[in-house]
């Protein structure tokens, strides 16, 4: 491995940082995508199709991790969803799932910190594996090409790869905090 070669130690890194942080939320994986994809921009040694394509599998192996995590302790992640719930407040979100359960997916993908959570309700209310596979797919489709969309417009601003990364980045955080606070708005609202 040539470590001086950004494509041998990049695409590693782009699988490996998302699919971390997919099942554990300690990367930043929406800043991965757009790093990766200001670098394939700014740079040329990266693909920005094998970035996306990377970027996809991983995001989708984690959310279906996540999932199977919580389906197989389904007494746990009950627990979870259930606490402070009425058993009608309960009935109501099955529902949704039952209705909705792909755009819940797809919705909990794009919302800062709502993948998970929504992973997790779906898992203990059984949300079946024939409808979440098809909805996480779009999901990470999606994500993975809103991200890699900041990184290419900051790949496309700057020559330095590092400046692209940098704003690449800073535009992430900027856009998972915005959408952050719109989310807590709302919940203040309701």
Known sequence: MDLSDPTSIGYPVVFGGVLLGSIVPVVPTGAVVGAA???????????????LLL????ALI????????????SAAAQRWVARGQSRDRLD???????????????VGRLLPAGRIPVLLAAGAL?????????????????WAVAYAVLGVVSGG???SPVVATLVAT??????AGIGALVSRSRKART
């Open 92 to 106: 109501e979100v099955r529902g949704q799932f039952a209705t909705r359960g792909a755009l819940l997916v797809v």
């Open 170 to 175: 800073g535009l992430v955080f900027a856009v």
């Open 37 to 51: 994809a200001a670098i394939a921009t700014s740079t040329g040694r990266l693909s920005l199709v094998v970035v």
């Open 55 to 58: 970027s996809v599998a991983a």
């Open 62 to 73: 984690g959310d279906l991790v996540t999932f199977a995590v919580a389906k197989a302790g």
């Open 157 to 159: 601003l700057f020559d």
């Open 126 to 142: 059984d949300y079946p594996w024939r409808r979440l596979v098809p909805a996480a797919l779009a999901a990470c489709v999606l």
